[in-house]
């Protein structure tokens, strides 16, 4: 079992960073892949970034390339998501999960976190 509490949300205009991180309990948190997704209102969850357990392997989304980068702390058992140049487009409630394989789809992570809200100013 393996619990995740997303920290890092708020409020940025156009054009800001945030970084997002998400802590794990448990001591197999270097043995799963680590992705992170977000849903804006009236839309479906989407994905965003995904690391491989040893951060060797890294996804992202065509939205988020560029600009968004995935990477994690195994000893510390976090995962990071630093969010550059943001957009309008980007506000939504961003969620962290672990899973057994490095894929996108939402439905093959195993557990998730509660989300935290980014909201991007014009």
Do not use: H
């Not at 630093?82 to 980007?90: A, F, G, Y």
């Amino acid at each position: 079992q393996v619990q995740l509490v997303e920290s890092g949300g708020g409020l940025v205009q156009a054009g800001g960073s945030l970084r997002l991180s998400c802590a794990a309990s448990g001591r197999t948190f270097s043995s799963y892949a680590m992705g992170w997704f977000r849903q804006a209102p009236g839309k479906e969850r989407e994905f965003v970034a995904t690391i491989s357990p040893s951060g060797s392997t890294r996804l992202y989304a065509d939205s988020v390339k560029g600009r968004f980068t995935i990477s994690r702390d195994n000893a510390k058992n976090t995962v990071y998501l630093q969010m550059n140049s943001l957009k309008p487009d980007d506000t939504a409630v961003f969620y962290c999960a672990a899973g057994n394989w490095v894929v996108v789809t939402p439905s093959r992570y195993d557990y998730w976190g509660q989300g935290t809200q980014v909201t991007v100013s014009s």
